[in-house]
């Protein structure tokens, strides 16, 4: 069930340096206790929504919510690179709970299934809030279309998430106004909930400009809703519908211009954030009140003091495993960027595998300039190339040319169909889909995709069954609080 208490503030959000009070409900334990959701002494959903300001600042609450602890601030980097054989958990320092998910223990009273379900669900209702009172505010036609759209690309990806993450879940597409209408929702079968997701993901690439300028910059497009789209349809296997919206991103078709940066390295950090490769960022600026990102301090060693981040305290999280270097070819520029394996503390050298995708010295602790990117380019080339494949195999086809551009920035040889060197050689279906997979987990390393892809292509068990993994654990639990809310319609996945 979904039950609603007051937030009373909203997260400034670094694209469009907005402030105020702003009511919002977020998941509660019991009835019994809710309160006044409507203070005298605060703004709240019923009376702040008057003015196009008024509409900015709602807007700003749902690209806020990005920002949570159970979004992209961390559950997202834990389930989508920690649950993998990416990275592991070596010091229990760094959090039993995360712990729980790299050993695949994680249970329904985990506090990052109720984190992260929590967090989704709080900015699919500032969304909703903003989707519900628009149309009642007088203000320009062609920007009320254009919030409307980027607050369906923001749903559409938290839905995202939560189907990818938990299977069915509840489907709200309205404000809830009152504590008593969260009873009111059970799971929904995951089709429905894909068949919003693509509904809102359809209009927001319609109602979303191709680009934006200065302060704007870092907003939703029309080719994040585009990628976006061709990664659901890619996820449902539709490889008939990824293939032709992912060429449209590709081949330009859609009104959008996106290139490879020419040097990985210069695809990362805060001087390279929002470049031509970039599609959509989570925006965080340190320095802010909690504006910033924590990713530096996150993924340095425990122990490592200010020898890997030059500020705060280093957590351990997110560690790279000694199979994924090993994994890299011979020669591939993509892997000194992504990691390390040494940091040198007081004039000695220290074995430690590391994360350098993200360190940049942050302001103070957890706080730093430094972006998560959820869509670029290389993604959509090799999604394409996949969805190209999975249609039919086609020796030294256009998904090759795809599969090659990626392999050439990392200064890597080309594949083909016939090759004298075997390790080149891709000449059937399978083969193609393995080079993919393998080419996704180097390309896009530590930026919480390499879970979902192998949900996705069924290879999850296979992979991490030597890890502990078991069947039911492609879905996390769905989290205990909720069930025991409203144990009517709330049911747990099968196995937990």
Known sequence: MLAFNLILTMKNYKILFAAGALALFTATGCSDDFLDLAPISQQNSNNFYKTPEDMKNALTAVYGSLQYGGQYYSSMSIIGELRSDNTEITNPAAGADQQAVDDFTNVP??????????????????ANILLDRINNVTMDDNLKERYIGEAKFLRALMYFNLVRIYGDVPLVISAINNPQEGYTYGRESTQKVYELIISDLTEAENALPASYTGADLGRATKGAAMALLGKVYLTQKNWSLAVEKLSQVVEGTGQVNYSLVDDYANLFGPANENNAESIFEVQFKGGLNGEGSPYSNQFAPIGSGTAVVAVGNPLGQNIPTNEFF?????GDLRRTVSMDTSYILNGNTVRHNYIKKYISTPVSNLDSDVNWIVLRYADVLLMYAEALNEQGFVPDGPAFDYLNQIRKRAGLEEVSAVNENPALQLDSQAAFRLAVEKERRMELAFEGHRWFDLVRTGRALEVMASQGMQAHQALFPIPQSQIDINPGLMTQNPGY
């Open 109 to 126: 009273v985990t506090s990052i299934s109720s984190n992260t379900w929590n967090a989704h669900y709080q900015g699919i209702q500032a």
């Open 326 to 330: 090993q994994s890299y070819e011979e």
